[in-house]
């Protein structure tokens, strides 16, 4: 059954955060500030639990139940002791647990987003297999053509005034689309921030 | 923040909170009930559950990287919603659904939605830790980790919706590789353009807003799309005036 009692301290607390940030006055920024600071620490907690839940909940309980995958789930849980118990005993600033994220941590996420790059010009090619519509030809081909006008081939239209208008009209379109799209999504935030306010949409609170 | 911003932003919460609890009323909807285009993805979505259920499939929503102490929290909340109706539709299901995240704070909402979908159900003696998890927190190790889920062979419908970035295309592309029903949603412009190209039902801005609304969860959520579209003629004529006032000389 869902709290009442939880719904208004929402309430209560969300309605402090949102008039303090439309009205600076010194007592309502007393009492906004801490609350965000709570609201931090608790993240920081939440991060915590789900990780631990991650080790024990899900790989630890994979290699128990002996699964095809608990190779991966080893790794995961060995790789974590360490990390964990090195950040602890040295510290997070030492020396040596900074070059696991250096060394370590950064090369393998640069790798993945080479593979990335390979994968998504991939995906293009087949992209027309799957968008046979209007708007997958309308798609393809202005990604061809801004591919174009980004390349640098027309720079040679700065010395054509009506080219040049053009090429500066058309580097704008993407501006419009893109400002038409975020509002949009900032009308549908506006819309679901006011919901949680309001208590119709409660996830804190099942 | 100057006053007439404050002002023009208090005007707008109140708007729009006004125009959600009216449309909410029920003596209004039995009036005028919300009458909404179709959105095709969403259609293939609720599709694709009920096959996903008769044929005791699994079905993965991933939830995005969204913190909750940012803006872009919203889509998270969105997908939470969402995460919520779906575990309540495909209760009947032999394979209960899975959700992957990349935020701490996230990930424990998603697992306290799961457990109360399951308590709602009836099939809180199915619900496993592993249900709800977070698989990595960083975008990258996020990404590795639902990976994992998305490549499972029982996993038949993923739904990504929520903040992701460019890296959501391994995830979307996995997915139609292996023949599952995709459907994808981001409020972030790098992630929608990346679905678009390899997702095959992405959602395009505001839409993912709207799948909470489509799938019946709520009246608030079919009345604040009443109001976002209100709302948004609200801007276009702002913004036409604007226009025509810039081209006069006025402003």
Do not use: C
């Not at chain 2, 404050?6 to 006004?18: D, E, F, H, N, Y």
């Not at chain 2, 659904?97 to 996230?106: A, E, K, N, R, Y």
């Not at chain 2, 709602?120 to 619900?127: A, C, G, I």
């Not at chain 2, 412009?189 to 190209?197: D, E, G, N, T």
């Amino acid at each position: 059954m869902k709290s009442p009692v939880a719904a208004f301290v929402a309430f209560v607390i969300g309605a402090i955060v949102l008039v303090g940030y439309f009205i600076p006055a010194a007592p309502l920024q007393a009492i906004r500030t801490p609350i965000l600071d709570w609201a931090i620490v608790l993240a920081g907690f939440a991060g915590l639990v789900a990780i631990l839940n991650l080790i024990f909940g899900v790989h630890i309980k994979r290699i128990r139940e002996k699964t095809p995958r608990q190779g991966f789930s080893w790794l995961v849980v060995i790789s974590f002791f360490v990390v964990f118990i090195a950040g602890v005993i040295l510290g997070p600033t030492n020396p040596n647990v900074q070059n696991v994220v250096t060394y370590i941590q950064f090369p393998i996420e640069a790798s993945l987003m080479a593979v990335l790059a390979i994968t998504l010009a991939y995906a293009s090619l087949k992209f027309l297999q799957r968008q046979r519509n209007w708007m997958g030809i309308v798609f393809f081909v202005a990604t061809l053509f801004f591919l174009v006008v980004n390349s640098g081939i027309l720079s040679f239209s700065s010395n054509i005034p009506v080219l040049r208008t053009l090429v500066s009209a058309a580097h704008q379109l993407p501006v419009g689309g893109a400002r038409g799209i975020l509002l949009g999504i900032a009308l549908g935030s506006l819309a679901t921030g006011i919901r949680i306010l309001i208590g119709a949409d409660r996830p804190y609170n099942n | 923040m100057g006053n007439l911003e404050s002002t023009l932003g208090w005007i707008i919460v109140l708007v729009t909170a006004v125009l959600i609890l009216v449309f909410s009323l029920k003596s209004y909807r039995a009036k005028h009930p919300p009458v909404f285009r179709g959105i095709e993805a969403i259609q293939k979505l609720k599709r694709a559950l009920g096959l996903a259920v008769e044929q005791g499939t699994g079905i993965h929503i991933s939830l995005g990287k969204a913190s909750l102490l940012q803006p872009s929290s919203t889509s998270a909340f969105v997908g939470l919603t969402t995460l919520h109706r779906l575990a309540q539709m495909s209760a009947t299901s032999d394979q209960p659904p899975v959700s992957t995240s990349g935020d701490g704070s996230l990930a424990v909402l998603s697992q306290d939605v799961m457990i109360a979908a399951a308590r709602e159900t009836n099939t809180f003696q199915m619900y496993q830790p592993d249900q709800a998890q977070l698989s990595g927190v960083t975008p990258l190790s996020y990404i590795a980790g639902a990976l994992n889920v998305v490549n499972d062979p029982k996993i038949k419908t993923n739904i990504l919706i929520g903040n992701f970035g460019p890296e959501a295309g391994f995830l979307s592309t996995a997915s139609e590789e292996n023949d599952a029903f995709t459907i994808a949603a981001s409020d972030s412009l790098s992630a929608q353009s990346v679905f678009y190209a390899t997702a095959g039902n992405p959602l395009i801005g505001e839409e993912l807003y709207a799948v909470p609304g489509y799938l019946q969860y709520s009246p608030a959520h079919q009345s604040s799309l009443q109001a976002q579209d209100i709302l948004r003629w609200g801007i276009v004529v702002v913004m036409v005036i604007g226009a025509l006032l810039k081209v006069v000389g006025v402003i």
